[in-house]
């Protein structure tokens, strides 16, 4: 079971940058294309910006055409998910299960092996590369 981190606002916004707090915190979304993680091919793991704790691994990333990066699968018991109303239409959004940080929405146009796709805001996410990954 992952501990859960609690911080007030004002916490938050001590430790994120503007864009990153109303990403994470306030549910909102980053500009498609505008993440260098869209280019990010090394070999690692996308941890969450807010906690650290990782959520994606590299082999398990691929471009969707949709100018976010995307995943097909996450790491087992890292994120939780609610169903989204913000655009009328039922979304299921995800987020850390540790600190509760809005990443982004999963969707089941995705490739095999799991038919998912993970579209994630960027600028949640830190990428920690293999040490040994030489590319």
């Known amino acids: 079971m992952i501990e859960k981190i609690e911080k007030t606002d004002q916490e938050w916004q ?3 940058g503007p864009a990153e707090f109303r990403v994470l ?5 980053e500009q498609p294309f505008s993440s ?22 590299s082999k398990t990333k691929f ?5 976010w990066p995307s995943f ?19 979304r299921t959004e995800y987020h850390c299960a540790r600190c509760g940080g809005h990443h982004g929405h999963v969707f089941n146009d995705g490739p095999r092996p799991t ?9 949640a996410l830190v990428f920690v590369p293999e040490e040994d990954d030489e590319s």
């Open 14 to 16: 001590a430790i994120l």
């Open 25 to 29: 915190r306030r549910e909102g979304t």
């Open 36 to 57: 260098s993680l869209n280019s990010e091919h090394r070999k690692g793991v996308y941890q969450c910006k807010g906690c650290g704790l990782p959520l994606f691994h």
């Open 63 to 67: 471009n969707s055409g949709t100018g």
């Open 72 to 90: 097909h699968s996450a790491i087992e018991g890292n994120l939780e998910t609610k169903t989204d109303f913000k655009l009328i239409l039922p």
């Open 115 to 123: 038919g998912k796709r993970y579209c994630s805001n960027g600028i």
